[in-house]
């Protein structure tokens, strides 16, 4: 088994309220759960209107498919229309 931990930071900008950012997170994090299955949360920034921090858990059974899952991660991070990418930090788990 093969897991990563990434730590997607995004700069929103135009919002002008906490609600309108959350309008704006929740198709975000629904694709990364629903179509590209990872499981993921907004972990800091929760009170910034224009910015936000995305925890993602990544588990594949081969290190090639998590290097595959990771890498489209970065590609949706940089194709966002509504947001701009500031920041990927990847931390891989190492299994003993």
Known sequence: MHAAALL???RLPDCSSLKEKRRRLRPL?????RRMELSASEVD???AWQRTSIG????????????????????????LDDAELVDIDIGHVEMP
């Open 8 to 10: 997607v930071e995004l």
């Open 29 to 33: 994090l629904d694709h990364l759960r």
């Open 45 to 47: 920034h929760q009170d």
């Open 56 to 79: 993602i858990a990544v588990v594949a059974p081969q290190a090639g498919r998590l290097d595959e899952i990771i890498e489209g991660i970065r590609r949706w991070a940089l194709d």
